[in-house]
């Protein structure tokens, strides 16, 4: 099976095929690479939520959706590992006075009222329902009772529980027989009288209005304070998610997406290479199998060797350490596409790396060994 390398991240293809139909794009190759992106960078996230022994209960969002749990794991390795910085009331100032205008907002409003329902839908019902609103008003006015309080303990309307305020509204949020009559009161100041409508009697009261026009900062400032909150986060959480891609880059294959599920990578070639690297022992022990099993490219590793000055064991070890130094996904993917059907991946990989060095070192006339500027598969020639 086909795999792909993103980020560090082995990706089966059957998953790129599956996750690009959520990604539309101008071409197929498009849609492809965003999946990928995608799937590697929940890959990375959840593969680092684990190594952190995060465990997180999903929860609900604004439309009251339950996150999943790889989503809740997700959240929680970015609470835990990304800070920003709060945005200051200066900040939120500069954004306002750079661009006024795009805080223009229609006239608005805030209001509260007290709702009498009728007891029944019969005209006595709505005579009662009128009386005791009326009865209310008068008790308000009076001052024997505050709006809140009234409201609290009278009225029909959700809004009692919060003192019959009804929040900011825009003209048309309300039913014109209530809104009408409300829009014509000054701010701060009650109806004179309770206000008919099919849900009832209300006893109005405006408490602002706001003309239409350029919004005061005081009122836009929580607006733009989200905005550059969201702003902050979405820049850190790819500063983050970017670290965690070169860490696994720079690891070859770190992660490998199982059943769309992230493990540790593949032991059989990110991991043999840096054991390459760090242990002369089994390069040794390697040297003689890859002339074993591949004379020409044996051939060809002493003929380098000989003209560098070089011993085998150090001319394999640098060329691993240049690969693994430069390789890109790319050059990843290739490699364990290649490699996956031998019987031994790991060295499969090792000869695999060694003929593509050889042979564009061989064309350069006389071989020269890996080094750190080169590209993987070729030699420090500079003539091609």
């Known amino acids: 099976m086909r795999a792909i390398v993103v980020h560090g991240v082995e990706i089966p293809e059957r998953l790129i095929a599956s996750e690009a139909q959520h ?17 590697a960078t929940k890959a990375l996230l959840l593969h680092r939520a684990r190594e952190l022994g995060l465990d997180a209960a999903p929860e609900l969002d604004a439309q009251g959706c339950e996150e999943t749990e790889e989503a809740a794991l997700v959240r929680a390795v970015i609470e835990a590992e990304v800070e920003i910085a709060v945005p200051t009331e200066a900040e939120c100032r500069r954004v306002y006075d750079a661009q006024p205008e795009r805080f223009r907002a229609p006239m608005l409003y805030e209001a509260a009222h007290i709702l009498i329902e009728p007891g029944s839908t019969d005209d006595a019902g709505w005579r009662d329902a009128e009386a005791a609103a009326q009865a209310l008003a008068a008790s308000l006015a009076a001052g024997e009772i505050a709006f809140a309080e009234a409201a609290r303990d009278y009225s ?12 900011q509204m825009r003209c048309g949020d309300l039913v014109a027989e209530v809104e009408a009559p409300l829009l014509a009161l000054s701010p701060g100041t009650m109806a ?23 919004l005061p900062f005081e009122i836009a400032e929580p607006r733009i304070r989200l905005h550059l909150e969201s702003r902050a986060w979405l820049a850190a959480g790819a500063r983050y998610v970017a670290g965690l891609a ?6 070859g294959i770190a992660i490998t997406l199982a059943g769309g599920t992230p493990r540790e990578g593949s032991a059989c070639l990110g991991d043999l290479v840096g054991d390459l690297i760090g242990d002369r022992a089994l390069a040794e022990r390697l040297v003689p199998w890859l002339e074993a099993s591949d004379p020409e490219t044996g051939l060809r590793l002493r003929a380098a060797t000989g003209a560098a000055g070089i011993d085998a064991v150090s ?21 364990i596409s290649a490699a996956r059907d031998a019987e031994d991946p790991a060295r499969a990989a090792l000869a695999l790396i060694m003929k593509a060095q050889l042979e564009t070192a061989g064309s350069c006339g006389t071989p020269q060994p890996a080094t750190a500027s080169s590209q993987p598969g070729r030699s420090g020639c500079t003539g091609r």
Do not use: N
């Open 23 to 39: 990604h539309p794009g101008q071409s197929i190759g498009a849609a492809r690479r965003a999946a990928g992106e995608a799937l």
């Open 246 to 251: 070169e860490a696994a880059t720079a690891r």
């Open 192 to 214: 004179p009288a309770p206000v008919r409508s099919r849900f009832g009697w209300h006893i109005l009261k405006l408490e602002r209005r706001i003309d239409a026009g350029i």
């Open 156 to 167: 029909s309307c959700p809004s009692a529980a919060v003192g019959g305020s009804l929040g």
């Open 315 to 335: 001319y394999v070890r640098r060329v691993v350490a240049d690969f693994v130094e430069r390789a890109t996904d790319d050059h990843w993917t290739r490699l």
